[in-house]
């Protein structure tokens, strides 16, 4: 056993999660429910990271993920746990891809009701969230770790550290564990441009779903489609392709909004109308290009882990059990 945790055996069980997004909060929620405190410290100023719902005025938009599918059963019966508290609902839209074609099969999907960013919200529930404190760098002396903020305030001694934020932020965070921080660099992430448009009337095509469109644009989703949303006029959800979005994403948002608006007028052929609200968002380390390939990343001698899609996979699936795996392995490190 390491030097540093022995010493840490006697001194706390008090834990701290970095990032409040699905891997964050689920994995929070493992060491919580094994006993231990938990504190969470999110840079924004709501949770949920990428598992979002922007609200403009008062329409709101499920800019981040659109949908949850469950592969593994812990996923799928977390789905059902969501359902059964009426977090989420079944959405079964029409889809068709860039070549023309429906899809053959109408796909098992799920949403957060009323948005996408309720589906954190069960995960939240009795853990202890600082939200709008965005962390700069963590450090340790023979107490345990500390976590210092942009601000140069700081929170500590924790027993263990969990750093569930994006690959190259998590790179930054791990400063002081160099090799940690180097593992991490085969993970690999792209900026990924979302639009968010309101229309008074429908003038998309019948589709719910339009997926692979063109160079430029990959995802368009009749928002206001998903279940538990309004159903006057029309909201609109549209994805940049990876490429584009890398290729533009020092632009500025009022430019990229006009050149994806009208990328899609010209996809389905549309007249002329002026949307009554275009907003774009840039998620920087929105999509897993290339994941590492574990489930997360820990030192039982540190004890310090880290979490995310990015371990895994590309989905909201792969961060529900990075955090959960790293959670559970933080856990048998402290008892
Ligand atoms: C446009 C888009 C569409 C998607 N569509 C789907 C989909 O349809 N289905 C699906 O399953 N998945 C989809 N995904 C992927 C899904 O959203 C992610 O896999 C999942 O939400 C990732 O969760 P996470 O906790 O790993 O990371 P995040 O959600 O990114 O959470 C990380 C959190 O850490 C915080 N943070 C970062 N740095 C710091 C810091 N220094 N200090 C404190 N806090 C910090 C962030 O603010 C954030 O809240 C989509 C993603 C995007 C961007």
Known sequence: MGRFRERLRYVTSRTAVIGAGLAGLSCARVMRRAGHYVEVFEADRIIGGRMATMRIGLVPYDHGAQYLSGRSTRFRDFIQELTASGYVAPWTPQVKSGDGKEAATVPNWHVGVPGMSSIVRPLAESVRIHTGQAVHTISRDHKGWH?????????????????????????????????????????????????????????????????????????????????????????????????????????????????????????????????????????????????????????????????????????????????????????????
């Open 147 to 335: 976590i210092w903020f942009e601000d140069q305030s700081t929170v500590g001694p924790f027993a263990a550290v969990a750093i569930c934020v994006p690959a190259p932020r998590a790179q930054l965070l791990l400063g002081p564990l160099e090799e940690m921080s180097d593992h991490l660099s085969r993970a690999r992430m792209s900026p990924c441009w979302a639009l968010m448009v309101r229309l008074d009337e429908r003038i998309l095509p019948d589709q719910d779903v339009y997926s692979d469109m063109s160079e430029v644009i990959r995802w368009i989703a009749r928002n206001n489609t998903k279940p538990g949303r309004s159903t006057r006029g029309e909201t609109v959800v549209v994805h940049a392709a990876p490429s584009w979005s890398r290729e533009t994403e020092d632009a500025d948002p009022e430019v990229v909004a006009e050149e994806m608006w009208g990328e899609v007028s010209h996809i389905f052929g549309l007249p002329p109308v002026r949307p009554s609200q275009m907003t774009a968002h840039l998620w920087k380390h929105g999509l897993v290009e290339s994941s590492l390939g574990e489930s997360f990343v820990f030192s039982t001698d540190d004890l310090v882990g880290v979490a995310g899609d990015w371990c895994l996979g590309r989905l909201a699936e792969h961060a529900f059990e990075s955090g959960f795996s790293l959670g559970r392995a933080i856990t048998q490190a402290l008892d």
